[in-house]
């Protein structure tokens, strides 16, 4: 998650995410950039779900949960248990509502 929040020199170990299993039922929508996937987490009204974080072929995807409170939407990393800042860059594709 270092990583996530700016630190060039964090690595992840490839692995599948374990708190995925719901999003392999219900699926993803395509990769997007933070900004794409909070509007439509907006625009859908999406009170709550999960964004699956793709930094590559080789690196571990990772799970991160979002909280939408009346168009602020809040990202939460269930494995640190706080509230995290995604940088912009990153490609996330956000699980489809069941």
Known sequence: MA?????ADA???????????FLNVFGLRKPATVDEAVAKIIKYDEPYGAVVIDQGPDVARHVVGFINQGGNVIFVDPQMGKIVTLKPTLKVE?????
């Open 3 to 7: 990583r996530l929040a700016g630190d």
């Open 11 to 21: 690595v992840a170990t490839p692995g599948v995410a374990q708190d995925a299993w």
């Open 94 to 98: 956000v699980g489809t509502p069941p």
